[in-house]
């Protein structure tokens, strides 16, 4: 009797080992399929680390898209556009194929140029956005247009692939006919509790400065052209005012809270900027610490005497 339990027992465990290889070999064969793994507990998702995460890769992925659909020239348009409709929707890439295709020919025998810059990125609410960008579009003559594009964008969470690593997937994609009067840029930027906001300068940020100090956690990438992050860790009580220094000239903005449309992404221009002013106290005057010194204290655990 044990003997007959023995084989019984045999023959379950083997027929679970092959299954489990086939359905192994069949996952490890597909290469459209990435794996993530992820900590899916509920204290893993409310860590607002996590959450800033998330809400910066949305805005790389929408940033990435929106500069790929409208950056093009007549050698590379049929190739860039095809690759971007993997980050479409079934409707939304049957449609811009069907597009993509009528334009082809019309675009190739032209020696067009198209470069865009995203100016704006606001989130409307839940996974709406809204986005602004000023479009370059030359041609033969070399003559050069400019206009601006608004444009009503919906995401949406799907299967990371080797085509669309992001996880992300644009459903909705919407330009209303709007006039450019009608695209002015506010001064003040609308901050939510604990989502970051990106800013673009045109310069290398020398330092930032901010009215109430230490309400807003600051991070800086300095290059050529500088990025700022902004966040919140509470609501603002009041709106913060900043100024930007780079070696000549100085950017004047304000940051205030809000529960509605809340910006995501800004890119100032060269036009918007002041002529840097120069220090009133004189060279007797301390130096006031920069976001550097202020990064140097926080990590080492240091003070930096000026």
């Not at 489990?20 to 459209?32: A, D, E, I, M």
């Not at 901010?210 to 600051?218: C, G, K, N, Q, R």
């Not at 052209?225 to 603002?236: G, P, R």
Request: aromatic share 8%.
């Amino acid at each position: 009797m044990k003997k007959h339990h023995w084989q019984i027992l045999f023959a379950a465990s083997f027929l679970w080992a092959s299954i489990v290889s086939v359905l192994y070999w069949q996952l490890r064969s597909n290469p459209r399929v990435i794996a993530i793994t992820t900590d899916m507990s509920g204290a893993d998702k409310d860590r607002p680390q996590n959450f800033q995460l998330s809400e910066m890769e949305k805005v790389t992925f929408m940033r990435q898209y929106l500069d790929r659909y409208f950056t093009y020239d007549s050698n590379n348009f049929w190739q860039s556009q095809t690759s971007l409709t993997f980050l479409m929707s079934q409707s939304l890439r049957e449609k811009r194929i069907q597009e993509v295709q009528r334009l082809r020919d019309k675009i190739q025998s032209k020696s067009l140029n198209q470069r865009s810059l995203l100016l704006s990125l606001t989130n409307k609410g839940g996974n709406q956005y809204h986005a602004l960008l000023s479009l370059q579009i030359s041609e033969q003559q070399g003559k050069v247009n400019q206009l601006f594009v608004a444009v009503d964008l919906a995401i949406e969470d799907t299967e990371r692939t080797l085509e669309n690593p992001w996880g992300l997937l644009i459903t909705k994609m919407e330009i209303p006919q709007t006039s450019p009067e009608a695209m002015l840029l506010s001064g003040t930027l609308g901050i939510r509790e604990k989502a970051p906001l990106v800013i673009t300068f045109p310069c290398a940020i020398e330092n930032v400065e901010a009215i109430p100090d230490s309400v807003l956690e600051t991070k800086i990438t300095t290059l050529n052209v500088s990025e700022i992050q902004l966040t919140s860790a509470k609501k603002l009580e009041a709106p913060v005012a900043m100024t930007a220094y780079c070696k000549d000239r100085e950017y004047h903005f304000n940051v205030s809270y809000t529960d509605k449309e809340a910006d995501l992404f800004r890119a100032f221009t060269a036009d918007l900027a002041q002529a840097r002013k120069k220090d009133p106290a004189g060279a007797g005057a301390p130096k006031k610490k920069d976001i550097y010194d202020k990064t140097i204290e926080n990590v080492l655990g240091i003070k930096i005497e000026n």
